[in-house]
Nanobody, 126 residues
Framework: QVQLVESGGGLVQAGDSLRLSCAAS????????VGWFRQAPGKEREFVAA????????NYADSVKGRFTISRENAKNMVYLQMNSLKPEDTALYYC???????????????????WGQGTQVTVSS
C-alpha cells in the first residue's frame, strides 16, 4: 500500500514563496513518476507539475512555468514543489499523486495517477 502525505502549505502574500513536500511510503516509490495537482473551490482539479521517476523529465502547466519547480529525492522518498512569485490565483488545495506506470514519463493527465495524498492548502492573499 502506498501512502502520500503533503505538507508545507500555508497562508502567504502575493509574491511570496512556499515549498510543498510530498512524503511517500513504499520502497518502490522511486520507480514512479509523481505529479502535483491543485483544486480551487468550485473548480476542477488541474495539473500543476510532474516529474519522471529519475527526474530527467518534467512538465509544468503554462500558468506556473518559470515560477514553480518540481524536484525529487528518491533516497528519501520525497518530492517537492518550490513555488515562487505566488499569485492569488494559485490559491488551492494541492495534491501529490503517484503515476500508475513505473518508469513512465511525467504525465499531465490525472487519470494516469492512482495514489493520491490528502492535500495541503495554499492560500495567497493580494
Amino acid at each position: 500500500q502506498v501512502q502520500l502525505v503533503e505538507s508545507g502549505g500555508g497562508l502567504v502574500q502575493a509574491g511570496d514563496s512556499l515549498r510543498l513536500s510530498c512524503a511517500a511510503s513504499g520502497r518502490t516509490f522511486s520507480s514512479y513518476p509523481v505529479g502535483w495537482f491543485r483544486q480551487a473551490p468550485g473548480k476542477e482539479r488541474e495539473f500543476v507539475a510532474a516529474i519522471s521517476w529519475n527526474g530527467g523529465n518534467t512538465n509544468y502547466a503554462d500558468s506556473v512555468k518559470g515560477r514553480f519547480t518540481i524536484s525529487r529525492e528518491n533516497a528519501k522518498n520525497m518530492v517537492y514543489l518550490q513555488m515562487n512569485s505566488l499569485k492569488p490565483e494559485d490559491t488551492a488545495l494541492y495534491y501529490c499523486a503517484r503515476r500508475r506506470t513505473a518508469y513512465g514519463l511525467a504525465s499531465t493527465n490525472n487519470r494516469d495517477y492512482d495514489y493520491w495524498g490528502q492535500g495541503t492548502q495554499v492560500t495567497v492573499s493580494s
